[in-house]
């Protein structure tokens, strides 16, 4: 008998009983759905870190400053001059101060404000929305000027231009240059769009800052990330003169292990979903075995009559992968359908539908039912006809 003929058979057969056949299919659909929605989600997690990342640069090194006291400072002019080395082509050195009091007209808020250089808008990946950024003049005559974040511009001026405006900082007036576009939350959770930019040495005069705590610094490419890391862990230990005073994160790295743990959770929960396909193919073979006691007159029939024991066998395997492939077409339009509607219900948790493992579950799902079905299809080819036909 054809393979045509044996599908349309097994059709018939799946039709004639449609509540049956639907509840032996259920443990297939829920793991073929659950699979390929579980991934879409956690090949879109990755794509997002991998995006937030790259706002900010991969080829990136950030140098955290964990000390006290003069042994554990780090001195602004000798950290420029590392940018001549060939694997650092941008530094940023930072001080930050929290909860600063910032007045416009009428209005005040809390914001963080930060003292750095004119480089730092190239090393994080902000863009200027309108004026300009601090240069180096602001930085030398330690100018009174600050650039606004997005939304910090938003809350005192809307969408008016900020340029030219003068807000006042912790008691201090500042002139305002410039604002950023909006960029939106980083890896860490911070944004630079609640945050206001001032000059360096501005900042530490004006406020009594201490010293630089973060810096930072940008390679050429991706590559010459770690040979910078190198550098400046060569350069803080001898001027620390101890290697703990001191934190260098890669962000080259930290995207490599972010994805890698965002990976792994992911294989995990599809591991878990795999078990609803498992737990489909019993109920597959126990619903043929059903079916073949209740085919025993037929099958005794049709043996009677010339069938071969290969006819039968694959009679009974053809029903077993159309169940199963027919569970596994309808798990895998649900489970594109519900990852496609997942962002609308989680915002923030894009997903990213992968073909090559939908069209594996699909193909798991077809073969976990062939393999539970050779069971029931190789006890129905084994029938006597004599037996079979005696059966009632």
Known sequence: MR?????????????????????????????VASVVTLVAIGRGTSAEIAKQ????????????????????????????????????????????????????????????????????????KAQIDTGRFLSEAD???RANVAVLGSEVSKKFFGFLDPVGEQINIDGIVFTVVGRLKEKGQNVSGTSIDSMIMVPLETARRQFKLGTIRTTYIEAPTKDDIYVAQDTMKQYLTYKFKSDTGFQLVNQDELLKARTATSNTLTKQLVSVACISLLVGGIGIMNIMLVTVSERTREIGIRKSIGAKRRNILFQFLVEAGVISGIGGLIGLLFGIGLALAWPAFNPDQPTLISVDIS?????????VGIVFGLYPANKASKLRPIDALRFD
């Open 3 to 31: 393979l045509g003929e044996l599908i349309g058979m097994a059709m018939r057969t799946v039709l004639s009983n449609p509540l049956r056949t639907i509840l032996t299919m259920l443990g297939v659909i829920i793991g």
């Open 53 to 124: 990342y790259e706002n900010l640069g991969t080829n990136m090194l950030v140098v955290n400053v964990n000390g006290n006291g003069r042994a554990t400072q780090l001195d602004y002019n000798e950290l420029m001059k590392l940018e001549g080395l060939p694997e650092i082509d941008t530094i940023a050195p930072t001080i930050l101060k929290p909860n600063s009091n910032v007045k416009f007209d009428r209005t005040q808020e809390k914001y963080t404000m930060i003292g750095t250089n004119d480089r730092y808008a190239a090393v994080v």
């Open 139 to 141: 930085l030398e005559l």
């Open 359 to 367: 069209i594996y579950a699909f193909l798991f799902s077809a073969l």
